[in-house]
């Protein structure tokens, strides 16, 4: 079984390094199962995962970080069945965001002990889903994600940001926590920020260091 999650915060070009990796795969040969989260409107999930990043449960603060949880976890169960079967005939899952955008955007919004209960309880929620093998974190800091942010087309239009886009604080936390589980769980940390300068490194830089960490752990 193989299944590789791709996370990080927006911008730090998940989508593009999750579809360079599959075409890297399916040019050797292999099977592949693409997996995107959330759907948003594609599917009943995903549309509740929509309402809660439009602020129709309530803002960022009022909504207990465990009915977020759940709407994004009712999204990836809609199709636990089908990846399970998909890996059962052989095929890789690659997906963009998994469980762990959970970990990251909701144990983030608390601290300490409070913050591992959430993540603890989260795993556990999440555990009847196809559990990845390797999880590739992209690492950007918040403040050169928001600058290649702006411009770029929210989940409610063009120029606009969700709850979670909204707050600078929410996102720090956010990277925060992914940092911290990261390096607590083994995942590969790529650093997609250029060593001597404030800005993200070249797709390909990214990409050849992603295939080649996933290489050294013989992650397929």
């Known amino acids: ?25 399916k040019a050797s040969g292999k099977q592949i199962k693409v997996l995107d989260f959330p759907t948003y409107e594609k599917t009943l999930g995903g549309q509740t995962v929509k309402w809660y990043l439009e602020g129709k449960f309530g803002t960022l603060e009022n909504v207990p970080p465990e009915v ?16 399970y079967q998909a890996l059962k005939e052989g095929k ?13 955007h909701q144990a983030g919004k608390l601290k300490g002990k409070a913050r591992l209960d959430l993540i603890k309880w989260i795993n556990q929620v999440e555990s009847r889903m196809p559990q990845p093998d390797t999880v590739v974190y992209l690492d950007l800091p918040v403040e050169i ?3 290649l942010k702006q ?19 929410h996102l720090k936390d956010t990277r925060e926590c992914y940092l911290e589980t990261a390096k607590r769980e083994g995942w590969i940390i790529i650093d997609c920020k250029q060593k001597n300068a404030d800005e993200i490194r070249t797709v390909e830089e990214i990409h050849r260091e992603i295939i080649g960490k996933l290489k050294q752990k013989h992650a397929f």
């Not at 890789?92 to 990251?104: E, K, M, P």
């Not at 411009?151 to 604080?169: F, L, N, P, V, Y």
Request: glycine share 10%.
């Open 68 to 83: 977020a949880c759940l709407c994004y976890a009712l999204d990836r169960y809609q199709f636990a069945k089908e990846n």
């Open 1 to 25: 079984m193989t299944f590789i999650v791709i996370e990080g915060a927006d911008c730090t070009g998940k989508t593009t390094q999750a579809n360079l990796l599959v075409e890297l795969l």
């Open 145 to 147: 994600s928001q600058r």
């Open 151 to 169: 411009g770029r087309e929210g989940t409610k239009g063009a120029g606009a940001k969700d709850i979670h886009e909204a707050s600078i604080q």
């Open 92 to 104: 890789i899952l690659v997906a963009n965001r998994y469980t762990q955008s959970n970990i990251g």
